[in-house]
């Protein structure tokens, strides 16, 4: 499977009266936009809100993150399954759009956490999209619309505003293109490189809001999902996308998977990559221990693998599939690297493992998603909802987003941790 | 004008407080004014900006008779200096020294919340005992280098006192990193900014692992204690059972303050009254089945049944509650602890049934 993606470097956006990219320029029609989000009958309205760096602004109810994306080919599907027809994601040619993200905020969600970013003071320093120019859209709810319903009518209000953007940038010269061509099947057996496979925690459902979980995959979720084989190119290219809410985990990140790239970048010359398997935590034991069984079973018997990093999503809960699993490949003889996120500040690092394997004795620490900060910074303007807005902490205490001083989760703030692996971010003992 | 001159207060045993060798370790608290033996060094260190006005001295079995009484007498007569800076020792790798330097740290702390600092070599049983709460220089085992020490020491408090964040911390704080100022790790753990992304690290430890090259791991795994468990119940029909769950729930208006993460509290509430009123504080599961009907977290209505069939004699009218969601496991066996040493002082309850999430 081969894809290109060809990246234009954005350095300035702007409202205008169409909708095009010229010499790094994104002008943007927001009446444009807006009809092309209000096309989905679910949507009362939507407010849309360009921002850049330095400016005094804080968006709110972040449930998304997405990077302007599209197929450079009319007859290919963007985000399939999404917004695009059902194909397999990942091979021709994407144009993706550098220093712009679309920042996709529910203002009427009933959720107590949601994600904040901001342009100006430590958030924006910490975080990638704090240092991008942004377009911000904020749909409310139409009348009789179901609440679920309509986070995935927000969430893929995101997904086509991307493509929108990104289509806008049709002849613009490329900056760079980098190239993703894997075919697995023709990997040498006989190569003396170390065969390695990536699994990926793609979701969790013990956060599932109102009992339901988020669509992540083609167009579904993944909740009952058994271990599958995916080609890592799918994951980039819009087959997998963020959850309804932002937890260290956005479209954005997952379209540039930091493993994946990794793992891609040391291909055919310290490893060989073969494949990636896309698997979901389990809230039963039953499921667990059965999903550990096939993923272990498909990572060593069908892929060949000698090696295998284990990737985890935010939650205490998915640590115990991730382990599982990497018991069961150990014993396959399939070595691994396991990540681990602590879940509290005190104690050591041994103290906040919560397996207990000897097997598993290469334990990567990456990052503590529940760290809190208090972010100094007093916002003025706001997006996505009011100086008013709830911002949540797990400690019973009432803050708002008008408040000179917020006290807040690192996994709220996007882009600052990053379950893909792209956060220059390690747990040390102090 | 030059900024105001900081008050610094010693804390030395006796033989560094030159009072006497073992044969004056019974002598109580006594206080010199300025530095005495190893305050010497301290204050060259400190240089103009700082001044030791006084030593507090104490006999070291003196104090080991009664370390939390002590501290709070001593933490007394260091609160009458005012100081903005507390040193204690360095106590190498004297044992009551070293609790006796940890104890008076952390008493000092909590009562003046100034910077305490203190040193004392690996072996010290006071390193584990106090890293919580001091600021513990790494020394040597024997009284040797104690110029260099004091150098260290008071770069560290001067380090605390500035408004300086670490710009390594995800977090941003004021928190010098243990590594760069020569101290015992204080059972924190931060996200801190790495020269490498999480993913490079991961290939290229997995790949030195493959090739069978020495790898390090990030975090060394832990050794958990394996629990027996308790003799069975005989006779149900007779037993006061009481009700206990980590899942969070709580009367409306969550009185006792539980955290919904990272919890550090539990509560003992009047189930009848619970019951009329309730909510959820747990963060880390999907609380509507609980919130529409908490009887499915804590078998109250089972267990009412029970006690009405004559199978079960009695149910404890109190419930049990903590939020147990990525609380460290060591808290989580204190408040076990707790709660197992309240039931037991109660006298009455024979058994518990414990439901988790």
Redesign the interface.
């Known amino acids: 499977m081969r894809l290109e993606i060809e990246s234009i470097d954005i350095k300035d956006i702007r409202e205008g009266p169409e909708t095009r990219a010229r010499e790094g320029v994104l002008s943007i029609n927001p009446k444009e936009l807006e009809e092309l989000i209000l096309k989905d009958p679910r949507i009362r309205s939507v407010e849309i809100g360009l921002v850049k760096p330095g400016e005094n602004v804080r968006i709110l109810n972040i449930c998304d993150v997405v990077q302007p994306r599209c197929k450079t080919d009319p007859e290919d599907a963007d985000f399939p399954g999404f917004i695009g027809r059902m194909q397999t994601a990942g091979s021709g040619r994407t144009r993706s759009l550098r220093g712009i993200a679309v920042i996709v905020s529910n203002p009427g969600t009933n959720r107590?956490?949601t994600g904040v970013l901001d342009m100006c003071g430590?958030i924006a320093e910490?975080s990638p999209y704090g240092k991008m120019k942004n377009v911000s859209i904020a749909p409310t709810i139409a009348d009789g619309v179901d609440e679920r319903d309509f986070e995935d009518a927000v969430k893929i209000a995101g997904l086509a505003t991307a493509v929108y953007l990104a289509r806008a940038a049709e002849e613009h010269p490329v900056d760079e293109v980098e190239v993703f061509d894997l075919d697995i099947p023709k990997i040498d057996p006989a190569s003396p490189l170390?065969r390695?496979a990536f699994y990926y925690q793609m979701y969790t459902p013990?956060?599932?809001?109102?009992?339901t979980s988020d669509p992540c995959f083609y167009g579904t979720h993944v909740r009952n999902l058994t271990p599958t084989i995916l080609h890592p190119n799918e994951v980039l290219d819009g087959g997998v996308v963020g959850w309804n809410v932002v937890k260290a985990i956005d479209t954005y990140s997952i379209q540039n998977h930091?493993?994946i790239?990794?793992?891609y970048r040391?291909h055919g010359r310290?490893?060989n990559f073969v494949g990636v398997i896309g698997v979901c935590a389990n809230t039963e034991p039953a499921s667990r221990i059965r999903c550990a069984f096939m993923a272990a079973s498909l990572v060593k018997n069908v892929l060949g693998a000698?090696?295998v990093?284990l990737?985890k999503v935010t939650?205490?809960?998915p640590h115990i599939d991730l382990a599982v699993a990497g018991e069961e490949c150990e014993k396959l003889g399939v070595?691994?690297?396991i990540?681990?996120q602590?879940?509290?500040?005190?104690?050591?690092?041994?103290?906040?493992?919560l397996?207990?394997?000897?097997c598993?004795?290469?334990?990567?620490?990456?990052?503590?998603t529940?760290?809190?900060?208090?972010i100094p910074w007093k916002a003025e303007k706001f997006l996505g909802g009011t100086a008013e807005t709830r911002i949540f902490c797990?400690?019973?205490i009432v803050q708002y987003a008008g408040d000179p001083v917020i006290d807040i989760?690192?996994y709220l703030l996007p882009g600052?941790?990053?379950c893909?692996?792209?956060?220059?971010?390690?747990?040390?003992?102090? | 004008m030059g900024e105001k001159k900081l008050r610094v207060v010693n804390y030395l045993n006796q033989f560094f407080g030159q009072i006497g060798g073992e044969d004056k370790a019974v002598l109580g608290f006594m206080v010199k004014d300025g530095p005495v033996g190893p305050g010497l060094a301290l204050q060259k260190a400190l240089g103009d900006r700082a001044e030791i006005v006084a030593t507090v001295i104490c006999g070291d079995d003196y104090f080991a008779e009664n370390a939390d009484g002590n501290a709070k007498e001593g933490a007394r007569l260091v609160a009458a200096y005012q100081p903005d800076i507390f040193f204690a020792g360095p106590s190498f790798a004297g044992g009551r020294y070293g609790v006796a330097c940890g104890a008076m740290c952390k008493e000092v702390g909590a009562e003046l919340g100034i910077p305490v600092i203190t040193a004392m070599n690996e072996e010290n049983p006071g390193v584990d005992l106090y890293r919580k709460y001091a600021f513990i220089c790494k020394a040597p085992n024997i009284a040797r280098g104690i110029p260099e020490l004091a150098g260290t020491m008071v770069r560290l408090a001067f380090r605390l006192l500035s408004d300086e964040r670490e710009e390594d911390l995800?977090?941003?704080e004021n928190?010098p990193?243990?590594s760069e100022y020569n101290y015992f790790?204080?059972?924190?753990?931060?996200?801190?900014?790495?020269?490498?992304?999480?993913?490079?690290?991961?290939?290229e430890?997995?790949?030195a692992?493959?090739?069978g090259k020495p790898?390090e791991?990030?975090?060394?795994?832990?050794v958990?204690e394996k629990i027996p468990p308790p003799l069975p119940l005989r006779d149900l029909s007779t037993c006061e059972i009481a009700l206990i769950s980590d899942g969070g729930l709580v009367p409306k208006g969550?009185p006792t303050?539980?955290?919904?993460?990272?919890n550090l509290k539990w509560g003992a509430y009047d189930i009848e009254e619970l019951f009329q009123a309730w909510e959820v504080?747990h963060?880390?599961?999907?609380n509507?089945h609980v919130l529409n009907r908490p009887d499915r977290l804590v078998p109250y209505d089972a267990l009412r049944e029970l006690v009405e069939e004559g199978k079960v004699g009695k149910l404890h009218g109190t419930f049990f509650s903590t939020s147990g969601?990525?609380?460290?496991?060591?808290?989580c066996g204190e408040i076990g602890e707790e709660i197992g040493a309240e039931i037991l002082r109660r006298g009455t309850i024979a058994g518990a049934i414990l439901t988790s999430t």
């Open positions: 107590k956490e430590p910490k170390p390695v013990q956060f599932d809001y109102l009992a930091g493993i790239k990794e793992l040391r310290d490893l000698d090696g990093i990737a939650g205490g809960m070595k691994t690297a990540f681990t602590p879940l509290t500040p005190f104690g050591t690092l041994s103290d906040t493992i397996f207990n394997a000897p598993l004795d290469l334990i990567i620490a990456a990052s503590a529940f760290e809190r900060t208090k797990p400690d019973p989760e690192e600052v941790l990053d893909t692996g792209n956060a220059r971010v390690i747990v040390k003992e102090y | 995800v977090a941003w928190l990193k243990p790790s204080r059972n924190l753990l931060r996200n801190e900014l790495c020269g490498k992304s999480i993913a490079e690290r991961a290939v430890k997995l790949l692992k493959l090739q790898f791991s990030e975090v060394t795994p832990p958990f969550n303050g539980l955290a919904t993460r990272s504080a963060a880390g599961y999907f509507d969601n990525c609380t460290v496991t060591k808290r």
